[in-house]
């Protein structure tokens, strides 16, 4: 029952890279520690393997389909590179209650933010893809950081940041989200190795139901109201996060 309530939660987590280009890691964390019963650290970096496949699966469609941006997704990957190398560093440093307090606080933050925001509509433009370089660099060592550090593939920051500070579409901003996001927790996974136990079968079962899933959910964010369900999405990751900051609240 328990690994049948994993698959399930795995195709959640590929229809959610697929269609918002994020909320994968946000819930493949709470998923490994809560139903499979892995510890903390390891559940993090297991979460960067898993989210950093489907999300590479996912890239590749979105190549396909045109909707992917390929340079600003590479100077947003770059400078993220190095942000999550040092986000492992200090993961390593803390406890996994404060990670998961954290993550939790990260949770509710931005699941706000998705409720609360607006996306523009943006003109169309002869170089949809356009990004200041720097601006991209900035913004991609952040969200390395707390990838390195939380195991969140951090779409549901990188796609806002894309939309609304890069000036690229919503549905451009999905698609190279994806591509970030794979080069980000990958990198993640060789900060990790070594360090923590990874339990690669669990990964591997995780990493196909999931890959499988993207590719349902990239050709239904063609079809289907994406902002609208990334809202419905929004208000499940808002009441996910609480509990989980509850709970390890109550720990300390």
Same mark, same amino acid.
């Given at each position: 029952m328990i690994w049948l309530l994993a698959i399930a939660m795995a195709v959640l987590v590929g229809l959610?890279?697929?269609?918002?280009?994020?909320?994968g890691s946000v819930l493949a964390v709470p998923i490994l520690v809560y139903i499979m019963g892995i510890e903390t650290k390891s559940a993090i970096a297991m979460s960067l393997a898993i989210v950093g496949f489907t999300a590479l699966t996912g890239t590749v469609l979105q190549w396909r389909q045109k909707t992917l941006c390929v340079k600003a997704a590479l100077f947003f990957s770059v400078?993220?590179?190095?942000?999550?190398l040092g986000g492992t560093w200090v993961a390593m440093k803390i406890s996994g209650t404060l990670q998961l307090i954290l993550f939790g606080t990260l949770m509710v933050g931005a699941a706000l933010a998705m409720l609360l925001k607006k996306e523009p509509d943006l003109i169309e433009g002869s170089n949809e893809c356009h990004m200041r370089p720097d601006l991209a660099g900035g913004?991609?060592?952040g969200v390395g950081f707390m990838t390195g =550090?939380? +195991? &969140?593939? %951090?779409?549901?920051?990188? @796609?806002?940041a894309l939309n609304s500070i890069g000036h690229l579409k919503l549905r451009l901003a999905i698609g190279t989200s994806l591509f970030i996001i794979s080069v980000n927790? =990958?990198? +993640? &996974?060789? %900060?990790?190795?070594?360090? @923590?136990?990874?339990?690669w079968?669990?990964?591997?079962?995780?990493?196909v139901f999931s890959s499988l899933a993207s590719f349902i959910g990239v050709r239904l964010a063609k079809r289907l109201p994406v902002a609208?369900?990334?809202q419905g999405f929004a208000g499940f990751i808002l009441i996910l996060g609480a509990w989980l900051l509850v709970?390890?609240?109550?720990?300390l």
């Open positions: 959610s890279l697929g269609m918002f280009g994020s909320g400078i993220g590179i190095v942000g999550t913004m991609g060592a =550090l939380l +195991g &969140v593939g %951090g779409g549901f920051m990188i @796609v806002p927790a =990958l990198a +993640g &996974v060789l %900060g990790y190795l070594g360090k @923590v136990n990874f339990y079968p669990v990964v591997g079962i995780f990493i609208k369900l990334r709970k390890n609240l109550l720990t």
